[in-house]
């Protein structure tokens, strides 16, 4: 029972760790510019699909470099996803600032817009992504538990996005100009900050960050053109539940849903786990309704 159990566990830190990549590019962007972006998840299924694509080329040209597709992969599609972002805040979000409906409705649209896009171009079916050598297996723990490899690799590399993301809010001159926008656009503007090109760098990294949630996913399941849709509302949960304008919180929360669900998946049906951790964020939602830990500002 105890192995299980601790094996169930793993299956939470797996589901945290892409529930944490979702949450930190929508962190970026919801949290810091105020923006609804319900095409996020299509963002991700677009990582997933470049990932796909990739493979699909060193399968066929460069079979001798099959075992390191992977990296390149998810260089890809950060670039992808980071350049699509680009072109959706230039054309779409920027023209709709201020109006939180309006963003809503915008970007539900242009979800369904991609998700029959990649309808059109890979078809209705699933697509997977062959596992690199090096991440087929499973580390023995014990006799009874064993830890699937790429497992290890999705929350290695969700922990050193996290770090990245860290460095680049808290540490470097661009996310000094991100966050003195957050807390005050007027006299940023006042004192020579670009606004608009702060917003669309910000937007940009925030859907690139959702690319390498796709790449990560690929690993751990296949990828459909709604898959996107199925992670929107948990990630949303995640970011409010951690409260808005906190990474530390998000992080958190990330953890404490994935854990929440997988182990109460395993006594209750699937359905019955998301309607029981949903009930529970509701709770404490309304006795903190900034989040969990949410970010103290001077008012």
Same mark, same amino acid.
Do not use: C
């Given at each position: 029972?105890?192995?299980?159990?601790?094996?169930?566990?793993?299956?939470?830190?797996?589901?945290?760790?892409?529930?944490?990549?979702?949450?930190?590019?929508?962190?970026?962007?919801?949290?810091?510019?105020?923006?609804?972006?319900?095409?996020?998840?299509?963002?991700? @299924?677009? !990582?997933?699909? +470049?990932?796909?694509?990739?493979? #699909?080329? *060193?399968?066929?040209?460069?079979?001798?470099?099959?075992? $390191?597709?992977?990296?390149?992969?998810?260089?890809?599609?950060?670039?992808?996803?980071?350049?699509?972002?680009?072109?959706?805040?230039?054309?779409?979000?920027?023209?709709?600032?201020?109006?939180?409906?309006?963003?809503?409705?915008?970007?539900?649209?242009?979800?369904?817009?991609?998700?029959?896009?990649?309808?059109?171009?890979?078809?209705?079916?699933?697509?997977?992504?062959?596992?690199?050598?090096?991440?087929?297996?499973?580390?023995?723990?014990?006799?009874?538990?064993?830890?699937?490899?790429?497992?290890?690799?999705?929350?290695?590399?969700?922990?050193?996005?996290?770090?990245?993301?860290?460095?680049?809010?808290?540490?470097?001159?661009?996310?000094?100009?991100?966050?003195?926008?957050?807390?005050?656009?007027?006299?940023?503007? @006042?004192? !020579?900050?670009? +606004?608009?090109?702060?917003?669309? #760098?910000? *937007?940009?990294?925030?859907?690139?960050?959702?690319?390498? $949630?796709?790449?990560?996913?690929?690993?751990?399941?296949?990828?459909?053109?709604?898959?996107?849709?199925?992670?929107?509302?948990?990630?949303?949960?995640?970011?409010?539940?951690?409260?808005?304008?906190?990474?530390?919180?998000?992080?958190?929360?990330?953890?404490?849903?994935?854990?929440?669900?997988?182990?109460?998946?395993?006594?209750?049906?699937?359905?019955?786990?998301?309607?029981?951790?949903?009930?529970?964020?509701?709770?404490?939602?309304?006795?903190?309704?900034?989040?969990?830990?949410?970010?103290?500002?001077?008012?």
């Amino acid at each position: 029972m105890g192995d299980i159990l601790i094996m169930q566990a793993f299956s939470g830190l797996s589901l945290f760790s892409v529930l944490l990549l979702m949450a930190l590019g929508l962190a970026i962007i919801f949290g810091l510019m105020g923006v609804i972006n319900m095409a996020h998840g299509e963002l991700m @299924a677009m !990582g997933a699909y +470049t990932t796909y694509l990739t493979s #699909v080329v *060193f399968e066929k040209y460069l079979p001798g470099l099959m075992g $390191a597709y992977l990296i390149f992969a998810i260089v890809f599609a950060f670039l992808v996803t980071f350049a699509f972002g680009n072109l959706m805040e230039r054309f779409m979000i920027q023209h709709l600032y201020r109006r939180p409906l309006d963003t809503l409705l915008a970007t539900w649209g242009l979800s369904l817009i991609l998700q029959q896009g990649f309808r059109t171009i890979f078809g209705a079916p699933e697509v997977g992504v062959p596992m690199p050598d090096w991440l087929l297996g499973a580390w023995q723990v014990t006799d009874a538990i064993e830890i699937p490899l790429n497992g290890l690799f999705v929350m290695a590399l969700s922990l050193l996005v996290t770090l990245a993301v860290f460095v680049f809010i808290f540490r470097s001159r661009w996310g000094l100009r991100i966050r003195a926008v957050t807390q005050n656009r007027v006299m940023s503007g @006042a004192v !020579g900050i670009d +606004t608009k090109r702060v917003d669309r #760098v910000t *937007f940009s990294i925030g859907s690139g960050v959702a690319g390498i $949630a796709g790449a990560a996913f690929t690993l751990l399941g296949s990828t459909g053109p709604g898959t996107g849709q199925l992670y929107i509302v948990d990630t949303f949960m995640v970011v409010v539940f951690g409260g808005v304008q906190s990474l530390i919180g998000t992080i958190v929360s990330a953890f404490t849903i994935a854990e929440a669900q997988s182990t109460m998946e395993f006594f209750l049906s699937g359905s019955m786990a998301k309607v029981l951790t949903l009930l529970g964020i509701v709770v404490i939602l309304f006795f903190r309704p900034e989040g969990l830990l949410s970010l103290k500002v001077r008012k």
